[in-house]
């Protein structure tokens, strides 16, 4: 199992790009989520898929809009980058029903310059 | 809404030394609670979590939590501390959260350090 696979690992874009972040996971999770890591502001969570054909605004979604494709995939696209959302961007699932533990992606680490 | 505080965002022990990290939680219904590690530039990894069985929760690495209802506390313990421990931890609350139940909110982190 890879477990939660996110692409791309690093990205450097210009203001204004745009550009979307892959996630996918192969553990069959009912639940899938976006957050974005900030030195000294722990997870913040941007948009969640609690079920296939379902999402949800988090925390700070400004900015961002979700696509959740099927069960296994989970994309997040920045329609117009702003320097603001410089940030590491993680990708999560969880089976709800279970238990609410979340498993993490390696991260994609995003520059907006 | 449930929130949770973490004493201390750098933490720097001796090896073989205790490490104590500190989490508080606020929650209005009975929480299920996580401690998360991430080694330097790697996602988040799950160390132990409580979900109402036994209060004193073992993990890996050696790392334990216990839950203390009176405190609202779920400090992270580990006897001694190996060079390797030196990782940001991060201390989570289950929770209903945008209208969902399930959602995990995320204190701010504690770097620990380990000093040889």
């Known amino acids: 199992n890879a477990g939660v696979t996110q692409t791309p690992k690093f990205q450097v874009l210009k203001t204004g790009q745009s550009m979307t972040l892959q996630c996918a996971q192969d553990?069959?999770?009912?639940?899938m989520y976006w957050y974005r890591q900030d030195p000294g502001m722990g997870l913040r969570l941007i948009y969640y898929s609690a079920s296939e054909g379902t999402t949800d605004k988090g925390e700070v979604p400004n900015g961002y809009n979700v696509s959740r494709l099927n069960k296994r995939e989970f994309s997040l696209r920045l329609e117009s980058a702003a320097p603001s959302q410089t940030s590491v961007y993680f990708c999560?699932?969880?089976?709800?029903?279970?238990?609410?533990?979340?498993?993490f992606g390696p991260g994609t680490r995003l520059t907006v310059t | 809404a449930q929130s949770v505080t973490q004493l201390g965002s750098h933490v720097s022990v001796s090896e073989g030394a205790l490490v104590l990290l500190r989490c508080n939680y606020s929650?209005?219904?009975?929480?299920?609670l996580f401690w998360y590690v991430q080694y330097p530039n790697q996602g988040l990894q799950l160390l132990l979590k409580?979900?109402?069985?036994?209060?004193l929760v073992k993990g890996i690495n050696g790392f334990e939590a216990e839950f203390k209802k009176s405190e609202t506390s779920f400090h992270l313990t580990k006897p001694s501390a190996h060079m390797s421990d030196a990782a940001e931890y991060f201390c989570?609350?289950?929770?209903?959260?945008?209208?969902?139940?399930?959602?995990?909110?995320f204190g701010k982190g504690t770097k620990l350090s380990v000093k040889p």
């Open positions: 989570a609350v289950s929770g209903y959260y945008g209208g969902s139940q399930g959602n995990l909110i």
């Open positions: 409580y979900t109402s069985a036994a209060t």
């Open positions: 999560a699932s969880s089976d709800r029903q279970r238990s609410y533990e979340q498993y």
């Open positions: 553990m069959n999770h009912n639940s």
């Open positions: 929650s209005s219904v009975p929480p299920y």
